[in-house]
């Protein structure tokens, strides 16, 4: 069963305290990226990753790192969590690093920063 | 930089009515466009792709065209019910990235 998962998938945190978001896929995919989605922005880019400790910075990663030590495996990472960080984020996987390749998304974690 | 543009960002229809959602891109190259849609608590999922100009992708009843002369890629369905209802996004495929538009709220009514 192809599957993108993240933990949990509801949190609250105050300011100032740090986030770990987690993501598993079980389709060895090399590529793996995390997206923001606020109302009425669709979705951005955070970080996408092409493998093993291979991360680049997506279009909106001031204020997020990321780390991935196994492939199957990817975590998004706010130090100081901000108000403004408040968002849903989701994490997606896809086979290759090719531009026409079907990119599956996890169900999502709904993040609150109080 | 690569961008997409969704004109509608809300369509509300009647079961059996004809739908379109229009997008259109701005993108150096030849990228591939993508249809994505996303249900109520779910990740977005794949709907269909094409990669080259005329070709047309599809799948549950809708389709979509590119055409590289007028850059678009407009999502259509002939007779929608309500069970469609959800968030359908356009998307760009570059190297290494997924470009989305901000998304089209499609609501049929029974």
């Known amino acids: 069963d192809m599957k993108v998962t993240q933990m949990p998938r509801y949190l609250i945190k105050r300011m100032g305290e740090n986030v770990l978001l987690e993501c598993g896929q079980d389709?060895?995919?090399?590529?793996m990226y995390w997206y923001r989605q606020d109302p009425g922005l669709g979705l951005q880019l955070i970080y996408i990753?092409?493998?093993?400790?291979?991360?680049s910075e997506g279009d909106i990663p001031k204020g997020y790192r990321v780390s991935r030590k196994k492939r199957e495996h990817f975590s998004l990472i706010l130090d100081s969590a901000k108000t403004n960080q408040t968002s849903v984020y989701f994490c997606?996987?896809?086979?290759?690093?090719?531009?026409?390749?079907?990119?599956?998304f996890g169900k999502g974690t709904r993040l609150t920063v109080v | 930089g690569d961008s997409v543009t969704q004109t509608e960002g809300q369509v509300a229809l009647s079961e059996e009515d004809f739908l379109t959602i229009h997008c259109n891109y701005s993108?150096?190259?030849?990228?591939?466009l993508f249809w994505y849609v996303q249900y109520p608590g779910e990740g977005p999922q794949f709907l269909f792709r094409?990669?080259?100009?005329?070709e047309k992708g599809s799948s549950r009843g809708f389709e979509a065209t590119y055409d590289k002369g007028t850059t678009s890629f407009h999502l259509r369905k002939a007779s929608v019910q309500e069970s469609d209802s959800a968030v359908y996004y356009c998307?760009?495929?570059?190297?290494?990235?997924?470009?989305f538009g901000d998304g089209t709220v499609l609501t049929v009514k029974p």
């Open positions: 997606a996987s896809s086979p290759g690093q090719g531009a026409d390749t079907e990119v599956f």
């Open positions: 389709m060895s995919h090399e590529t």
């Open positions: 990753s092409y493998d093993v400790d291979s991360n």
């Open positions: 993108a150096s190259g030849y990228p591939a």
């Open positions: 094409a990669s080259r100009d005329k």
């Open positions: 998307a760009l495929g570059a190297p290494g990235k997924l470009t």
